[in-house]
């Protein structure tokens, strides 16, 4: 395969995976504004709200970052390589097949000659 076809297999999978992170986004609120009553009953204390509210967090910078890597690489920016690198990161506990197969393309000499570092 030649760097352009690894760089938009990397397109596809952050379009993806940017797709399926946003979906628990979109639907919580909507869980939230239809029974109020459900979140009264599973969050008793303030604890458990806090950590509704990291959890939320998190996800909502997993959305973020996902498509802005796959824009960033459709586009062939030069920051794009770095997003690919730490979305290669945030990815190895989540789907380390994924993550490595970004570092590794990454750091390979088409992707450097692609997003121009030498």
Known sequence: MSPADHNKTLVLIYSLLSGLITLPLLTLPLIMLASPSIVAKNLKSPEQFVTAIIVFCVVLFLALIFPATAYSLY???????????????????????????????????GAKQMYRLK
């Open 75 to 109: 586009k062939r920016k030069v920051g794009g390589r770095t997003l690919a690198l730490i979305s290669a990161v945030l990815l190895l506990p989540l789907c380390w097949p994924i993550g490595v197969y970004t570092w590794w393309f990454m750091h390979s000499e």
